[in-house]
């Protein structure tokens, strides 16, 4: 994982830099903001770490102009004011997180574990269930043939292989696929439920979804 | 005008031609009056030319003859059905393979079995009780302005783009096309339904 860590207090940067490569995270380390900008500019880190007091510009301007250009990196702000305020404002321009100095090197590692495992654990990696495979990065299921699935195809997709051996009412669905969009209902769903059928069917698999219109739905193996 | 490597076959390749396309009208009739709507978007049926014949028997090492144009190269006589959805490629196939005085000497589901470029069509190959033979193509539309390109890309020499790119993202257009053909299926299948209620 690679890190970035913007932070001008010379000793302070140099030590931070240590304990983190040597807890194997790659770092790159600049003492400004200018820097700092430029930095996250040219590659893409899995955490930023921001001081907020730093010459040329602060983490703050940073921050928002990282979340302006849609740079959705995660962000821990060091701040040496332990004002609620100064941390209120941090977090509402885009921070994750916030630490205030001094801090104790072990909080520091466990705040970035916290904040970049979104990006990893969270992240699903293929999900399997029988003969099929759901690739996330592609959008693709497979079996004995490959096939697109459309972002929601996807997601309903991966709600039922997650919750393989539960039938999942319509309203379930709708709440976690659907996220409540008021212009889908269980006609939606049922459509939806029969597109993935079709493409199991094309992809060659003996994996189907049972379930009726506005019922519960749950995957099983044909044989 | 010389011998036509087709011998006096010809006429009776000609005919075998006309009268398919007979039948396969009466059926679109047929299941256009009863469903309302017409199972096929165009149908195309073509004798193989001469150059063309001659061209793939030296390229299979075959000496240019009339046996090998009618024994070991099967698609002298050559039919391509594009459907616009894809229960309606697998009735055309259930209408074909039940012809009495046509046997069915191959079948390949490309469809359920895509090739690794992306390629996705239903194969036959049909006799006719007399020996001739008969290649058929059934394939949706998205299936057919697919293989129309790839077939393009593939007989173009000298391509300076990246081959490699193009050959990745045709399968990718390949899997979302053959999506939408399954989607386009399930919308059918739910106008349908509702149609009959």
């Known amino acids: 994982m690679k890190l970035l860590l913007a932070e001008d207090t010379q000793d302070l940067n140099r030590a931070v830099t240590a304990l983190l490569k040597h807890e194997d995270y790659e770092v790159d380390s600049v003492f400004d903001g200018e820097e700092a900008l430029n930095s996250i500019m040219l590659s893409d880190y899995d955490g930023v770490i921001l001081d907020i007091m730093m010459p040329k510009k602060d983490g703050l301007e940073v921050l928002r102009e990282m979340r302006r250009r849609h740079i959705m990196t995660p962000v821990l702000l060091l701040t040496a004011k332990a004002e609620i305020d100064d941390r209120i404002t941090g977090l509402d321009a885009g921070a994750d997180d916030y630490l205030p100095k001094p801090f104790a090197m072990k909080e520091l590692l466990a705040r970035i574990r916290s904040m970049t495992r979104r990006t990893t654990a969270y992240t699903v990696t293929e999900l399997c269930f029988e003969d099929i495979t759901l690739n996330p990065k592609e959008s693709v299921l497979s079996a004995h043939n490959t096939v697109s699935l459309s972002k929601t195809e996807f997601e309903l997709m991966q709600v039922l292989m997650a919750n393989k051996d539960t039938e999942l009412t319509t309203e379930y669905i709708l709440s976690h696929v659907w996220k409540n969009d008021e212009k889908a209902h269980k006609d939606t769903v049922w459509l939806y439920i029969n597109y993935l059928k079709g493409k199991l069917k094309s992809v060659g698999s003996r994996v189907t979804i049972l379930g009726e219109k506005g019922g519960s739905f749950v995957l099983t193996t044909q044989l | ?197």
Request: net charge negative; glycine share 4%.
């Open chain 2, 1 to 197: 005008m010389e011998n036509s490597i087709y011998g006096d076959h010809l006429p009776r390749m000609e005919e075998i031609v006309r009268n398919m396309q007979e039948r396969i009208s009466s059926l679109r009739e047929k299941i256009h009056s009863e469903q309302g709507m017409d199972p096929i978007e165009h149908y195309l049926a073509r004798i193989k030319s001469e150059e063309s014949m001659r061209e793939k028997c030296r390229r299979n090492g075959l000496p240019e003859t009339t046996e090998s144009a009618l024994e070991e190269v099967r698609d002298a006589i050559g039919v391509r059905i594009v459907c616009p959805f894809l229960d309606d490629v697998y009735t055309m196939r259930d209408y074909l393979v039940q012809m009495p005085d046509f046997s069915v000497i191959q079948e390949k589901d490309y469809i359920r079995n895509a090739k690794p470029n992306g390629y996705r069509s239903y194969h036959l190959i049909l006799r006719s009780f007399d020996g001739y033979y008969i290649e058929v193509q059934l394939r949706t539309i998205s299936m057919d302005t697919w293989a129309a390109l790839e077939h393009h890309m593939r007989y173009k020499k000298d391509l300076t783009c990246d081959v490699g790119l193009i050959s990745s993202e045709l399968k990718r257009c390949a899997d979302e096309l053959a999506s939408t053909d399954v989607s386009m299926q399930a919308i059918k299948n739910l106008i349908m339904e509702s149609e009959e209620n």
